[in-house]
């Protein structure tokens, strides 16, 4: 094979891989393809340097790509992100205002939002921020107070008698009106039903452990209940928990929710300030019925007793109180 004055890549290529792979001397490759020994070694060297940064791991990238692609990261993270909140924020907007449960759409509206956007995205109407719902006139209101003070002597009294009442009292009411008041008080006519109440999550209901038991020592049985005050426009709830042996009311607080949390916390503090008891009565309400206050007890130390279902007498010391 003649000499050659120029030689392409492919024809370098090939040399070099010829020579890597060590299967022909160096002396045989020299006359088989012409050329000097020490150009193959010199191709070689070229070729085993850029291998060097063709196979590197990781890659070497400028830099500037890479800060470009920590970038888009982050700003992929933060629009999904963004996206997520959007559709949580639209959907429980719309539930909320569909159940009639805000008043004011302004306090909603995140600062900077212009209101066509923030009704676009939230499918309501431009006007729906100026509406403001009507609250019970005073005399709804006079006639709500009378009918919960008549409703606790007079736990039979339905609708009719309800009417009746309010008309000796000179308020124009008919059974309509009646019954819608009623119905916002959550108040009903007691009479044997098919079923009297709905019980609590029976995976936390307790058997009642008091009955036969001598009551003979102070921090020995606990009972707990909770009440309701009626004020001048809603309700205060009343958590109160009584020493059974000394009658003592061991503890109490108000608060304007039936949150369980309010329970729990009530436990705690008063078993910092007495003692822990040995035993803790409550009814079968949904907010002893819970897992945050079946732990809480664990936690303590305390056994557990519940009332039977239907029987008030079991508690009967709360109830009093």
């Not at 997520?84 to 719309?94: A, H, I, N």
């Not at 956007?117 to 209101?141: D, F, P």
């Not at 707990?224 to 061991?250: G, N, Q």
Request: net charge positive; with cysteine.
């Amino acid at each position: 094979m003649g000499r050659r004055s120029k030689y392409d890549a492919s024809f370098k290529t090939k040399v070099v891989i010829e020579a890597l792979k060590e299967r022909e001397t160096l002396a045989t490759l020299c006359q088989k393809y012409g050329i000097a020994a020490k150009q193959i070694t010199a191709w070689k060297a070229v070729f085993v340097s850029k291998a060097k940064e063709v196979f590197a791991s990781p890659a070497k990238e400028d830099k500037e790509i890479k800060e470009l692609r920590r970038t888009n990261e982050k700003l992929l993270k933060k629009v999904g992100q963004l996206t997520v909140e959007v559709y949580f924020f639209c959907g429980s907007l719309r539930d909320t205002v569909s159940k009639g449960q805000i008043e004011s759409l302004s306090d909603r509206r995140p600062v900077g939002m212009s209101w066509s956007r923030y009704c676009a995205l939230t499918g309501l109407t431009r006007t729906g921020h100026y509406y403001k719902r009507n609250g019970e006139s005073n005399e709804n209101k006079d006639m709500m107070r009378m009918m919960d003070e008549y409703h606790q002597p007079h736990p039979t009294a339905g609708v009719m008698t309800m009417t009746s009442m309010l008309r000796m009292h000179g308020y124009a009411a008919n059974p309509k009106r009646v019954r819608r008041l009623l119905r916002k008080m959550r108040m009903h006519a007691v009479y044997p039903l098919r079923k009297l109440s709905k019980p609590g999550n029976a995976e936390y209901v307790h058997p009642y452990i008091l009955r036969g038991l001598p009551i003979v020592r102070r921090n020995q049985v606990w009972s707990t209940d909770i009440s309701y005050i009626p004020m001048e426009k809603w309700f205060m709830y009343l958590y109160a928990i009584i020493d059974v042996y000394s009658r003592y009311i061991v503890g109490w607080s108000l608060s304007s929710t039936l949150e369980g949390s309010n329970c729990t916390e009530q436990l705690e503090e008063c078993v910092s300030r007495h003692g822990r008891p040995e035993i803790v009565n409550s009814d079968q309400g949904s907010q002893y019925t819970s897992l945050a206050w079946v732990n809480a007890l664990k936690s303590l130390g305390i056994a557990i007793s519940m009332d039977g279902c239907g029987r008030c007498k079991d508690n009967i010391w709360i109830e009093r109180f």
